[in-house]
């Protein structure tokens, strides 16, 4: 799986939208960008996840550049319970992957009153 | 649906004693998976199983083994604890017919002294 590298942290105020970047410039084309999250030691969560085109749910937009090689987080609205680890992760969609997810160190990102 | 449980959630060991930490899930989820986490770190993957009678070694799997005798447990062993395990352990599942995320457990404290 390729490699990611996520600014290690970040803040945003309440309400405002966090951006959260993440670099993964050897991205194969079988490959999908996975992002998940860690509040205060509990297990993670997953958020969304895409292959090239943007994606959007009820948590949070994916912006994946044309190239593949990097792409943008956005929570809309961030409120202090966005408080976390985010974890971007990249990962074969291939049957020998078997679902393993290879996590970096994650961005902090720290919402402020 | 409880999801994925994990027991205990705490335990604290004396340097070579052993223990079993106990994955279940009530999804059906036909993979499974141990991650280790220490602190400031992501997950590292310690054994996963695709199936029942089946398992793999992920990225740690140095002084762990794991069992899959029944599709909806997972369990990890710690044969001689060593300090350097002292971690918070979780458990995840993850169907590939069913979706695209990993659901993990609440994690386990170990501390080993």
């Known amino acids: 799986d390729a490699k990611t590298t996520q600014p290690t942290s970040m803040d945003c105020a309440e309400g405002r939208a966090a951006n959260l970047p993440c670099n993964h410039s050897t991205i194969s084309g079988n490959e999908y960008v996975y992002w998940y999250r860690q509040i205060h030691s509990q297990g993670p969560q997953y958020i969304i996840h895409?292959?090239?085109n943007n994606e959007t749910n009820e948590m949070a937009s994916l912006i994946i550049t044309e190239d593949r090689k990097s792409s943008t987080l956005i929570l809309p609205h961030a409120t202090l319970r966005d408080t976390a680890v985010y974890y971007c992760?990249?990962?074969?969609?291939?049957?020998?992957?078997?679902?393993?997810?290879?996590f970096g160190q994650g961005t902090i990102l720290t919402v402020h009153p | 649906n409880a999801g994925v449980t994990q027991t205990p959630k705490f335990r604290v060991l004396k340097t070579g004693q052993s223990m079993t930490l106990l994955c279940a899930q009530d999804m059906n989820h036909e993979y499974m998976y141990w991650y280790r986490q220490d602190p400031g770190m992501g997950l590292r993957l310690i054994h996963y199983?695709?199936?029942?009678?089946?398992?793999a070694k992920g990225e740690v799997p140095d002084g762990y083994n794991v069992s899959r005798l029944k599709k909806q447990n997972f369990l990890l062993g710690l044969e001689s604890a060593a300090p350097s395990q002292t971690s918070v352990y979780f458990c995840?599942?993850?169907?590939?017919?069913?979706?695209?995320?990993?659901?993990f457990g609440p994690g386990t404290r170990l501390t080993v002294t």
């Open positions: 995840a599942t993850y169907s590939r017919d069913r979706g695209y995320e990993q659901y």
């Open positions: 895409g292959l090239k």
């Open positions: 992760i990249v990962r074969s969609a291939g049957g020998t992957s078997y679902g393993k997810l290879t």
């Open positions: 199983s695709v199936g029942e009678g089946t398992t």
